[in-house]
């Protein structure tokens, strides 16, 4: 690692690459042989490419992850970490203080709002909106055009670390266009169907079938999303 006179406090790891018209803030820290493609913005105090460090008893995968890629146009707001081995799509935004793991993607166009965390191994489509202090957990997949909400929490362990090596962690899968309010709950592996709407403050036990709507504790469903709420009438 070492100093770079690029912008105030910049330091750069080996092999970094820099496309054209990158816009670098103040004490931004890039670690080896990441990629941020032309036009993108990293704003203060930001960190990209940090190396995992995995506790003794982790499931996550402990190999080598290949470069964080940020794509064309992407910005990286202030004092955010991504990981070495994430992929950041074009145009994609990840707020102040987001936090994005190793083998995550983040697809184009997307937004993670400030404070939020997506764990390693999550897919996150295109176009997706993720708000304030969402916790995104390993292994959850969220489609494109998806909404979650402020403060929204998905978990991948029923047995909260009382397993052996062979237990598969199951995250939740919110199919395209579903929408999910704020202080949503989802449990391990549960889905939520496309076009369906989870209000918010549920706690989701249960998958919710496509377009439908499902609120409580535990979450029921009440009706179905009706043809004027789809996301194509919105378009």
């Excluded at 403060?151 to 397993?163: F, K, L, P």
């Amino acid at each position: 690692m070492r100093l770079s006179d690029r912008a105030p406090g910049l330091v750069l790891g080996e092999g970094v690459s820099l496309g054209e018209d990158v816009r670098l803030g103040a004490h931004v820290v890039i670690h080896s042989g990441t990629v941020v493609e032309d036009g993108c913005e990293v704003q203060d105090g930001a960190v990209l490419g940090k190396p995992s460090k995995l506790a003794r008893h982790s499931t996550a995968r402990r190999e080598a992850p290949a470069p964080l890629v940020i794509g064309a146009g992407a910005t990286v707001c202030c004092g955010a970490v991504v990981f070495a081995g994430a992929s950041i799509g074009e145009g994609a935004i990840l707020g102040d203080q987001s936090f994005v793991r190793e083998r995550a993607v983040v697809g184009a166009g997307s937004v993670v709002g400030r404070g939020s965390a997506v764990d390693n191994d999550v897919t996150i489509g295109a176009r997706v909106r993720i708000q304030t202090g969402v916790y995104l957990t390993a292994y959850s997949v969220v489609e494109d055009d998806v909404f979650v909400g402020p403060g929204a929490t998905t978990t991948n362990d029923s047995t909260m670390s009382r397993h052996g090596p062979e237990y598969a962690l199951r995250g939740a899968v919110l199919r395209r266009a579903s929408r999910v309010g704020g202080g949503v709950t989802l449990c391990p592996g549960v889905e939520v169907g496309e076009e369906a709407f989870v209000a918010a403050g549920a706690v989701v036990t249960r998958d919710v079938p496509p377009r439908g709507v499902a609120m409580g504790v535990p979450a029921r469903v009440v009706r179905e999303v009706g043809d004027a709420d789809l996301l194509e009438a919105w378009r």
